[in-house]
């Protein structure tokens, strides 16, 4: 009977999308790349100090960096499509801290080449969740703060703690914020933050060293976002 036949079909479809779009808890392999476009977001980091009176502000606003021992930040990625992120903090002791997604309010997973929680892709992420804060330590020196994005998670075969080689000691802070970029098939670090005069865009000096980490985490990801800071 004709009504059998679209009980069929419709069984049939229902399937179909159930496989396309993910069941709850299940992430979409390959829905995110249809268009073909540009992965893009932004990296924003809040800092206060250790009196907590104050609400964290982004560090690039006057007043807010250098940052001082016992202070605090939190941290959120927006992205224009949903994909996949992993947060890492370098601090000023040498450390390499994997926050999101290993992390969600304590730092409990401390090794970065721990195979990170599958989470769903998604466009924004918050780290710790809200209301929480990752502290800083003692040491002064350069704080830098990674975003690392791909459409598809990332392979187990991967191991960041290789790529994340730790950055030459800097006994004395950098002494401005610094926002850098690196899009998926880009040869240099893009400078994003203080903002080109006339509009001009400018490039991270090839020498410098988390430029170069950058350029090989790019292999394995499509958008780098990195926040540099100082510390006293």
């Not at 001009?200 to 988390?210: E, F, N, S, W």
Request: aromatic residues 8%.
């Amino acid at each position: 009977m004709p009504w059998l036949l679209l009980a069929a079909i419709a069984l049939f479809a229902g399937a179909a999308a159930a496989l396309w779009f993910g069941l709850p808890g299940q992430f979409r392999v390959g829905a995110w790349d249809q268009s073909g476009g540009r992965l893009d977001g932004k990296l924003t980091v809040l800092v206060r100090p250790p009196v907590r009176s104050m609400e964290p502000i982004p560090v690039e606003e006057a007043g807010a960096a250098p940052v001082r021992d016992g202070g605090a930040m939190c941290l959120d990625a927006h992205l224009n499509e949903p994909a996949f992120m992993y947060f890492v903090w370098l601090d000023s002791d040498g450390n390499i801290w994997p926050l999101y997604p290993w992390n969600n309010e304590r730092l409990e997973v401390k090794d970065v080449n721990e195979p990170p929680p599958v989470r769903r892709a998604t466009k924004l992420v918050f780290s710790p969740l809200l209301g929480g804060n990752w502290t800083f330590g003692e040491s002064q020196g350069t704080e830098v703060v990674l975003l690392l994005a791909r459409r598809t998670p990332l392979p187990a075969e991967v191991k960041l703690a290789e790529l994340l080689a730790p950055l030459p000691a800097d006994s004395q802070p950098t002494s401005k914020v610094t926002i850098l970029g690196l899009d998926g098939g880009a040869k240099a670090v893009s400078v994003l933050s203080p903002a080109a005069s006339a509009g001009q865009p400018q490039t991270l000096a090839a020498g410098d060293p988390l430029g170069q980490l950058m350029l090989r985490l790019g292999q394995h990801f499509e958008l780098i976002r990195a926040v540099r800071f100082p510390h006293e």
